[in-house]
T-cell receptor, first 112, second 111 residues
Framework: DAGVTQSPTHLIKTRGQHVTLRCSPI?????VSWYQQVLGQGPQFIFQ???????GRGNFPDRFSARQFPNYSSELNVNALLLGDSALYLC???????????FGPGTRLLVL | GENVEQHPSTLSVQEGDSAVIKCTYS??????FPWYKQELGKRPQLIID?????GEKKDQRIAVTLNKTAKHFSLHITETQPEDSAVYFC??????????FGTGTSLTVIP
């Protein structure tokens, strides 16, 4: 049984550009959450989607947006990239809200 | 929003000794408390979790205790082994499935 997958694994962008990160949840999981993890820190909650609806949003600017598709996969979009957006972006899936979350391997984003 | 504090930030123990990591949270609406282990360059992995209707939970060498009145919870690892070396994160989850993570504890088990 495949775990949570994310693509791409690594990404280099320049300031002002836009980026799209993708996540496929574990089969049967309907909830996907996105986190930003800066080196040396714990993951910071960005978004949570369940049944294609946004269920939670962390303290991130409007440059960050996300969506969930009918197959429960998800995209995280970040516009007008800043140097401070450089981080590991983690996706986690769960059967439903408040259930155990399983993390993907992450996408490491470097903004130059 | 929720604020999760985690201590200590670094912890070194001798192999076979116990390790204790403590977290406090601020939002009384939080009712689910997972612990994750993250090895260098890898994804966080759930090692144990506890819900607010339970005071203690144990799984082999790992245990978690929760004091809802004081708003703190702790991870206990007994008989530590070198492979326990990693960064450990606590989290507090409130209604709405918003996971708030602590800042992490880097555990080193010295053989």
């Amino acid at each position: 049984d495949a775990g949570v997958t994310q693509s791409p694994t690594h990404l280099i962008k320049t300031r002002g550009q836009h980026v799209t990160l993708r996540c496929s949840p574990i089969s049967g999981h309907k909830s996907v959450s996105w986190y930003q993890q800066v080196l040396g820190q714990g993951p910071q909650f960005i978004f949570q989607y369940y049944e294609k609806e946004e269920r939670g949003r962390g303290n991130f600017p409007d440059r960050f947006s996300a969506r969930q598709f009918p197959n429960y996969s998800s995209e995280l979009n970040v516009n007008a990239l800043l140097l401070g957006d450089s981080a590991l972006y983690l996706c986690a899936s769960s059967l439903a809200p408040m259930e155990t979350q399983y993390f993907g391997p992450g996408t490491r984003l470097l903004v130059l | 929003g929720e604020n999760v504090e985690q201590h200590p930030s670094t912890l070194s123990v001798q192999e076979g000794d116990s390790a204790v990591i403590k977290c406090t949270y601020s939002d009384s609406a939080s009712n689910y408390f997972p612990w994750y282990k993250q090895e260098l360059g890898k994804r966080p992995q759930l090692i144990i979790d506890i819900r607010s209707n339970v005071g203690e939970k144990k799984d082999q060498r790992i245990a978690v205790t929760l004091n809802k009145t004081a708003k703190h919870f702790s991870l206990h690892i007994t008989e530590t082994q070198p492979e326990d070396s990693a960064v450990y994160f606590c989290a507090a989850v409130r209604t709405g499935n918003q996971f708030y993570f602590g800042t992490g504890t880097s555990l080193t088990v010295i053989p």
